[in-house]
């Protein structure tokens, strides 16, 4: 994974961990990699992935089972897809339009590529 240095090492992982989710990798109800797992699978550091999974356990996205680990959510998929809906209208789009202003692109140039693109999976 290639971190980028605008967001916090931690929620770049719970980002990667929600795009995992909404993607349908990790389903409902499905174990997912332990912290120390996916800290050595990410190479990061266990105390961040620990700090990542605790965001996402408070958002009700993953649970955890004492002994047993952590698991998604029931209702998971639809709640992440909730947030990154929002987050896109809220941040992602409004910096969209702005560079589109900026560069004098126009819908119609914008109708035509979104036509003719490929299919996007993860």
């Not at 389903?27 to 990410?42: G, H, I, N, T």
């Not at 996205?61 to 698991?71: A, D, E």
């Not at 809906?85 to 692109?105: C, K, Q, W």
Request: with cysteine.
């Amino acid at each position: 994974m290639d971190f980028k240095s605008e967001k916090p090492i931690y929620q770049q992982i719970v980002d990667y961990v929600c795009d995992h989710i909404a993607c349908g990798r990790w389903l409902e109800e499905e174990r997912v990699p332990s912290v120390r797992d996916l800290a050595a699978q990410l190479q990061v550091n266990p105390n961040t992935a620990m700090r990542a999974y605790e965001r996402l356990q408070m958002a009700g996205i993953i649970t955890n089972s004492r002994g047993v680990g952590y698991f998604v959510s029931t209702g998971a998929k639809q709640r992440v897809i909730d947030l990154k809906r929002a987050d896109f209208f809220e941040t992602t789009l409004p910096e969209v339009f702005a560079t589109m202003d900026t560069l004098g692109i126009t819908w119609e140039e914008v109708t035509a590529k979104y036509e003719k693109r490929g299919t996007y999976l993860y």
